[in-house]
Antibody
């Protein structure tokens, strides 16, 4: 059974940092691209970052470039999202999703950026 | 502003058929497969359709996807025999290599079963 489980969500002040983790199991993790998708309150889905199977290719949406870093550990089956200089509009539920087409999703990690 | 355009809402009565459209461009839908997701409040999205018209194991055949032959930049999700349990948000998604983040979603459509 494929499982994705995010952790690390929290309430953080503007300008703060947070690292989200996503533990993957039930598939050959090192074979697949992984995504981070966020959903702001009451809004739609937005893929904000992805990482290739080997970690050599990473992509970011413009609004998080230079602030967020995606990485993965294929020995431990984890994908991470380091989020720095957080802003109130980063408040969202953050999902990790198995690539390339998002056939499996975690339950999400809630990030609230507020003073 | 989503790259893919969906109607914000659709509605129909139980037992009826409803369609949800997803409109894009040659750079995305016109060149790539389309997926569809169903999301209930407070839960993660669930894959309903992939590669335009394929259903993952366990997805009811009441759900079907298609990509227009006449207008190759448009895709449609159809749900037949509507049930109250189908009331959810539906999202289309595809790839667009011209963008900084190539996996893109529509804005979502809220389905109301009257």
């Amino acid at each position: 059974e494929v499982l994705l489980m995010e952790s690390g969500g929290a309430v953080v002040q503007p300008g703060g940092s947070l690292r989200l983790s996503c533990a993957a199991s039930g598939f050959i993790f090192e074979d697949y691209t992984m995504h981070w998708v966020r959903q702001r309150p009451g809004k739609g889905l937005e893929c904000i970052s992805l990482i290739s199977w080997d970690g050599n290719i990473t992509r970011y949406t413009d609004s998080v470039k230079g602030r967020f870093t995606i990485s993965r550990d294929n020995t431990r089956n984890f994908v991470y999202l380091q989020m720095n200089n957080l802003r109130p509009d980063d408040t969202a539920l953050y999902y990790c999703s198995k690539g390339p087409g998002g056939d499996y999703w975690g339950q999400g990690a809630l990030v609230t950026v507020s003073s | 502003q989503s790259v893919l355009t969906q109607p914000p809402s659709v509605s129909a009565a139980p037992g009826q058929r409803v369609t949800i459209s997803c409109s894009g461009s040659n750079a995305n839908i016109g060149s790539n497969y389309v997926s569809w997701y169903q999301q209930f409040p407070g839960t993660a999205p669930k894959l309903l359709i992939y590669d335009n018209d394929k259903r993952p194991s366990g997805i009811s055949d009441r759900f079907s996807g298609s990509k227009s032959r006449a207008l190759a930049t448009s895709a449609t999700l159809a749900i037949t025999g509507l049930q109250t349990g189908d009331e959810a948000d539906y999202y289309c998604a595809t790839w667009d290599s011209s963008l900084s983040i190539p996996w893109v979603f529509g804005g979502g459509t809220k389905l109301t079963v009257l």
